[in-house]
């Protein structure tokens, strides 16, 4: 079972990397923004500011080994302790700072819109791994034109959103796991 799902991922991985360099090709004068979205690593408790429980924090890293060839030029965080320990490990790997965004759900597809166009002006043509909320994540795909973002479940860790975008056209979306798989 491993090895099928194994095979799968890279199945999927070759074609989106096919679909990107195909867009790359037809772009060539617009930069391609790559946006990676993850939802923070398991929390210690369910009330406040928690911590990184001992899995979350063995998540981090493998989020760090992940993403350790991936091209990091940024890295995004909420206000929230968790966000900024699940990007903590590829921080110190990359020597980059965590730009930390505040969070206004008063009008939640201002604050994603607003937070996109800032993503995307300050990292455009690079690659910046924004870590969220189960409630967030999802309204930054949609504002970054992912036709019909998921929801993520309250016991879901291990989801990994791959946007490229290119100015003038339709987003591509690889998702992808790390990790230990989620229940």
Known sequence: MKRSRLILVFAV??????AAWTVSLLAAEQPTTTIILVRHAEKQAESGDPSLSNDGRARAEALARTLADAGVTGLSATPYRRTQQTLEP???QKSLDIEVQPVDLSSP????????AGLLETYAGGTVVVAGHSNTVPLLLGALGVAEPRSIGDDEYDDLFVVQVVAGKTPLLLQLHYGEPSP
Do not use: S
């Open 90 to 92: 590829l921080a110190g």
């Open 13 to 18: 991985l070759l074609q989106f990397l096919v």
């Open 109 to 116: 597809e201002a604050y994603a819109h607003d937070l996109v």
